[in-house]
């Protein structure tokens, strides 16, 4: 059964340095996503990708994050200066359609902020 | 703005037993409701949604979630647990944003851990 994979599993940084998470979406797949879940909170949307470009994105995706499809096989996110309220579990989204409420999720990265 | 919310951080229950994991919702229209399911170590897995229809939804796995529009609330349930049941559990709505855009917003999830 296809998935979409994502590494690290678990990443720690310093706060003000820059991460990089990464994601490999399934192969026939065009949309993608990123969603968050702060420890104890809800999970949430963060951005929509597709085309090579941003589609859709929520007030927290802010200048300190980007997202880009560097070689047609992984979809990564990457946060400029990390701050401690950034520390959350990060989940990748593929779909085929446009529909994300039909997306496959990856197992996520937790990333931790110290 | 839609939100689903899961009272219980955590349900135990023994294998065999029947399993209920509790949602409620709050939206403007109708509803699309969504359960999605994550074991250790793997992504979130679709395992059932409600458009419309039907208000006892099949998915998989043998789950099953009850839609009750006089409650709010969007139930899963199964009649006898396995101890692979054993995962987080997460509630889930569609959100229609101002630009026409779908996305799901997702309660906080519920611990399920079946005992053998």
């Known amino acids: 059964e296809p998935e979409v994979t994502q590494t690290p599993s678990h990443q720690v940084t310093q706060m003000g340095q820059e991460v990089i998470l990464r994601c490999v979406p399934i192969?026939?797949?065009?949309?993608f996503y990123w969603y968050r879940q702060i420890l104890g909170q809800k999970v949430e949307f963060l951005v929509s990708f597709y085309n090579n470009e941003i589609s859709e994105k929520s007030e927290i995706f802010d200048d300190q994050f980007s997202v880009e499809r560097p070689d047609g096989s992984n979809f990564t996110l990457k946060i400029r200066s990390t701050k401690l309220e950034d520390s959350a579990m990060y989940f990748c989204?593929?779909?085929?359609?446009?529909?994300?409420?039909?997306?496959?999720f990856g197992q996520g990265t937790r990333l931790t902020v110290v | 703005a839609q939100s689903v919310a899961q009272p219980e951080d955590q349900v135990n229950v023994a294998e065999g037993n029947p399993l209920t994991v509790k949602c409620t919702y709050s939206?403007?229209?109708?509803?699309?409701l969504f359960w999605y399911v994550q074991y250790p170590n793997r992504g979130l897995q679709f395992l059932l949604k409600?458009?419309?229809?039907?208000?006892l939804v099949k998915g998989s796995y043998g789950f099953e979630a009850e839609f009750n529009k006089s409650q709010t609330s969007f139930h899963l349930k199964k009649p006898s647990a396995l101890v692979s049941d054993s995962a987080l559990y997460f509630c889930a709505v569609r959100d229609v944003m101002n630009t026409g855009f779908q996305k799901l917003v997702f309660g906080t999830g519920t611990r399920l851990l079946v005992s053998p």
């Open positions: 939206v403007s229209g109708n509803p699309y």
């Open positions: 409600y458009i419309t229809g039907d208000n």
């Open positions: 192969s026939n797949h065009l949309y």
């Open positions: 989204a593929s779909g085929e359609t446009g529909d994300n409420t039909e997306a496959f």
